[in-house]
């Protein structure tokens, strides 16, 4: 009987701990999930998100140099990567090889010789470039005499090739260092506009120079044109030519050279977007403009330079 009771104990005690055993591994299992859990999250929340990184080259004249800049940061490069860096998810390093008085040719000179431009190009994401506006001024000043009559316009077809020809060996050289970037390419403007609007066909040579850039551009691969022509030659009288005519006393017909230098060296820009320092380059709001524009034109094409991972 004593045997019987002892042997009933022990089982009664190895059932007791087997159950209490399973219990106890239950609890260790019930709590250990979660904490594990919470560990794979907080794991996930410390893991940061790699930004794409976007390299942005910009080459050409005073534009991209700048001039006219109040706060004397470079103008739209600045700007653009402030703007695709507040509103991409991506984080922009820029190069500016801008010089101011550069012409088509300059620019290809400078680029061939200099083997920091070369490497950088190499490396962009994305190009940049305004070309085209000194090589019209040079045209210009050359036959000033011819300005206001009809014969400006035989000697510029012969001006216009040369110019395509230039503008082709700049565009084929800056691809044969980077065959993928887009290139987005900044059109020409008439910054005398606001000040001689009687004075048509000065209109007239711009609008076409800027139509020989964009047939050019459009034998290269990914090279995107960006129109500013009107806004920054018109400013806030874009749409209201015939108000400003009336209001427009200057005549390049009849206004002499003392007058000429005289409204040239005003202190006071008649163009919101120019510069009043030389009634030529844009100021900030002028180079806001050209941000703005020239976003809008990279948003267009932004399969070209911006991952899905970058891209809100």
């Known amino acids: 009987m004593c045997v019987k009771v002892i042997k ?16 106890y591994a239950g609890l260790i299992f019930l ?19 790699k930004k794409q990184q976007l390299k942005l080259v910009a080459v050409g004249d005073s534009l991209t140099q700048g001039v ?27 190069q500016n090889f801008g010089k101011a008085g550069d012409r088509s040719d300059q620019i290809l000179a400078r680029l061939e010789q200099q083997k920091k431009m070369q490497q950088q190009l ?17 045209v210009l000043q050359r036959n000033f005499s011819l300005l206001t009559s009809d014969q400006l316009a035989s000697a510029l077809p012969s001006a216009e090739k040369t110019y395509t020809q230039k503008i ?3 565009l084929t050289k800056i691809r044969s260092y980077n065959q993928q970037a887009p290139i987005f390419l900044f059109s020409v403007y008439n910054p005398f506009y606001v000040y001689f609007p009687t004075l048509t066909k000065l209109q007239q040579y711009t609008t076409e120079w800027n ?11 990914r090279v995107y044109p960006i ?28 206004v002499n050279t003392a007058r000429l230098d005289k409204i040239l060296q005003n202190q006071k820009e008649k163009n919101n977007y120019l510069s009043a320092a030389d009634h030529f380059h844009p100021n900030l709001r002028g180079y806001m403009y050209m941000t703005d ?5 990279m948003l267009k094409h932004k399969a070209t330079w911006l991952n899905k991972e970058g891209a809100k």
């Open 293 to 297: 524009q020239l976003y809008t034109t």
């Open 211 to 221: 139509k020989v850039t964009v047939a050019t551009a459009a034998q290269q691969s």
């Open 122 to 138: 190499r490396r962009a994401d994305v190009i940049v470039m305004t070309v085209g506006g000194n090589d019209l001024m040079q």
């Open 8 to 23: 009933k104990t022990l089982i009664f005690w190895s059932v007791l701990l087997v159950l209490t055993g399973l219990v």
């Open 227 to 254: 129109n500013i022509e009107k806004k920054l030659s018109e400013g806030q009288y874009l749409g209201k030519t015939q108000q400003l005519k009336k209001t427009t006393l200057t005549d390049l017909n009849t």
């Open 168 to 170: 082709s060996q700049l």
């Open 31 to 49: 709590t250990a999930a979660p904490h594990t859990e919470n560990q794979q999250t907080s794991s996930s929340a410390q893991k940061v998100v």
């Open 68 to 94: 006219g800049d109040p706060t004397a940061t470079g103008g739209y490069v600045s700007l653009i990567k402030q703007k695709l860096q507040a509103k991409q998810n991506i984080q922009v390093s820029t």
